[in-house]
């Protein structure tokens, strides 16, 4: 599933940022968006919750990285994630007075494979966190993924609460950005996917296409795979059934 969640994530991420597309029409010249937009394509639940695949055995893989490094791992390694991918989206208005109305984020899944058969590495070992606040789940497996609203959960004090489901549309000017936090979900494939942000401003409207980078961004299931986690104590990875954790 794809999970959208407009809400400040406050860990550590590596962040690629986008340059602003330009809107253009037909016979017309190219306009800049009247907003600004970046991806940060490597969070983890929790700021250390999350799984990668890699192709290589385990003596072959470094430990893991401070999240802060977690591009540059995933990079060095040819990593994929594994399950579940989370990444958050800044839009910011470029004028303090106009603003721009967000109306939808849709998904487009543009290739499906068998999940890979590599290793899976989990970066947590028993960490985790638990804040999905308004978000929007969607079923990355179905022929035509589409965004539903569902409750979320906010553990940021001392007790969890329920957030209530919240749809678009949102307004983001210069001193009022948005960050949505998508948590994209797959037992069944290794898929490729993008998504497309529809807006409206000052009489104009558009799409933007939201990429890691240019290139579709990549979720693989990791289901009945040799899963390793790191024993620090050891300095090795160890199995997953041998560490002692569960879930």
Avoid at 52 to 67: E, K
Avoid at 115 to 138: E, I, K, S
Avoid at 182 to 188: D, E, F, K, Q, Y
Avoid at 224 to 247: C, K, L
Wanted: proline residues 9%.
């Amino acid at each position: 599933m794809l999970a959208l969640a407009a809400a400040l994530f406050g860990h550590p991420t590596h962040t690629a940022s986008a340059p602003a597309p330009a809107s253009t029409a037909p016979g017309r010249t190219a306009a800049p968006l009247p907003f600004t937009w970046s991806i940060g394509s490597q969070l983890w639940e929790g700021g250390c919750g999350h799984t990668y695949l890699v192709d290589r055995a385990p003596r072959a893989v470094a430990p893991p990285p401070v999240t802060a490094d977690s591009g540059a791992w995933a990079g060095t390694h040819g990593a994929v994630h594994g399950g579940e991918a989370l990444m958050r989206i800044t839009v910011q208005g470029r004028s303090p007075s106009d603003a721009v109305v967000l109306h939808a984020l849709h998904v487009r899944v543009v290739d499906r494979a068998a999940p890979l058969p590599w290793n899976a590495y989990r970066m947590d070992n028993g960490c985790g966190g638990a804040v999905t606040p308004r978000h929007f789940a969607v079923d990355l497996d179905l022929p035509r993924p589409l965004a539903r609203p569902v409750d979320g959960l906010d553990a940021s004090g001392a007790e969890v609460r329920k957030i209530p489901a919240v749809s678009f549309p949102y307004k983001v000017t210069s001193s009022d950005p948005e960050e949505l936090l998508v948590s994209a979900r797959t037992a069944g494939c290794d898929c490729r996917w993008y998504l497309e942000l529809e807006w409206s401003a000052g009489g104009r409207t558009g799409t933007v296409r939201i990429t890691d980078g240019g290139k579709p961004f990549r979720t693989s299931g990791i289901r009945g795979r040799p899963t390793y986690v790191h024993d620090s104590a050891e300095g090795r990875w160890i199995t997953d059934s041998d560490s002692g954790e569960t879930g």
